[in-house]
């Protein structure tokens, strides 16, 4: 499916979803509200027959937070398209999707990890890349790294 | 050692004919001790890949009496610590430092262990050398080190175990200290 019959597609199946749309040929987005996400991530998959989740990844933008989905239909070769979904800082919840496609899974705990996105509904929301017990979430533009860690100091001399 | 040992030569008939040579314990000790220093095996990053060569045919650190890595630290006498140790890390390069048997040495091969290397700045995740955590004996400074540079790492180890006495088990003036600001 090109990216505007997925937008309409989208449009269609969940009125008011659809935020914003980009159909930059190499780079097509798709903005969708977070309330409408987890039915729209079904909607992509089983109607528009976006069924593989390439990527997730996240960008702060200051006041939001940004989750960036990048999906492809298995075997086609056109550019992937991106669906974006922002978040306000002070509450960044968005639904999981991990039982749509199961890539989500790690790639929203590292989402978590590293930018402090919380997905809600996840069945194992840990951290995955930094140690359990690490404070604060490294990617955020206002992160700064402890002083010392475990009694070992962190300082640069 | 070729320098320091004696052959003595009792009677031209005698059975024991250039079969005794005399030497120190100590020499005789660290003799032995530097031409099989064993290593452990243990990557933790990129500087791995060039352990890995300095292992290999090419390079040939066997010829230098220190081939067999060992895959536990309890055979090991050189810990290489290859690569970027990371907070997360820290405990378990810890852990297999305790468990190696004394004599022990620690080599930090590359910038990372250094001194935190690339990630000096910005790395929140990484261990700004790993002096503040084990006491290391050689630094192998470079990003990564040449095979070359890690063999001449083996050497001042090496050197290092030639001044070591027998009776001297604390290895006084010669164990390396932990980094203290
Ligand atoms: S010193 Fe350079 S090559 Fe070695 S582990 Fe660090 S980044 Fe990799």
Request: glycine share 6%; charged share 25%; aromatic share 6%.
């Amino acid at each position: 499916m090109t990216p505007e019959k997925i937008h309409d597609a989208l449009n269609a199946a969940h009125p008011g979803a659809v935020l914003a749309f980009d159909p930059n040929p190499k780079l097509p987005s798709i903005k969708v509200a977070p309330s409408a996400w987890k039915a729209a991530a079904k909607t992509l998959r089983d109607a528009c027959g976006l069924d593989y989740l390439v990527c997730l990844t996240s960008v702060d933008r200051g006041a939001e937070l940004e989750a960036i989905y990048t999906l492809e239909t298995m075997g086609e070769t056109r550019a992937p398209i991106h669906v974006r979904v922002l978040v306000p800082r002070e509450n960044p919840v968005i639904p999981t999707v991990e039982d749509v496609w199961r890539t989500a899974d790690w790639h929203e705990r590292e989402a978590w990890d590293l930018m402090g996105i919380v997905f809600e509904g996840h069945h194992n929301l840990v951290r995955i890349l930094c140690a359990e017990d690490w404070e604060g979430h490294p990617l955020r533009k206002d992160y700064k790294s402890p002083d010392t860690y475990h009694g070992i100091k962190n300082n640069v001399t | 050692m070729a320098e320091s040992i004696q052959e003595i030569n009792l009677n031209n008939d005698s059975p024991t004919r250039d079969n005794i040579l005399i030497t120190s314990v100590d020499q005789l000790v660290n003799w032995t001790r530097r031409s099989s220093v064993w290593p452990m095996t243990f990557g933790l990053a990129c500087c791995a890949i060039e352990m890995m060569a300095t292992g290999a045919s090419h390079y040939d650190i066997d010829r230098f009496g220190s081939g067999p890595f060992r895959a536990t630290p309890r055979q090991a006498d050189l810990m290489i610590v290859a690569g970027t140790v990371s907070h997360k890390m820290a405990p378990r390069v810890k852990r297999l430092y305790d468990q190696m048997p004394e004599p022990k040495y620690v080599m930090a091969m590359g910038a990372c262990t250094v001194c935190g290397g690339p990630y000096i700045k910005h790395g929140y995740h990484v261990l700004k050398g790993v002096d503040r955590l084990i006491p290391v004996d050689v630094y192998v400074p470079g990003c990564p080190p040449r095979p070359e540079a890690l063999l001449e790492g083996l050497f001042r180890i090496q050197d290092k175990m030639k001044r070591e006495r027998v009776l001297d088990r604390e290895r006084k003036g010669l164990r390396p200290k932990l980094l203290v600001e």
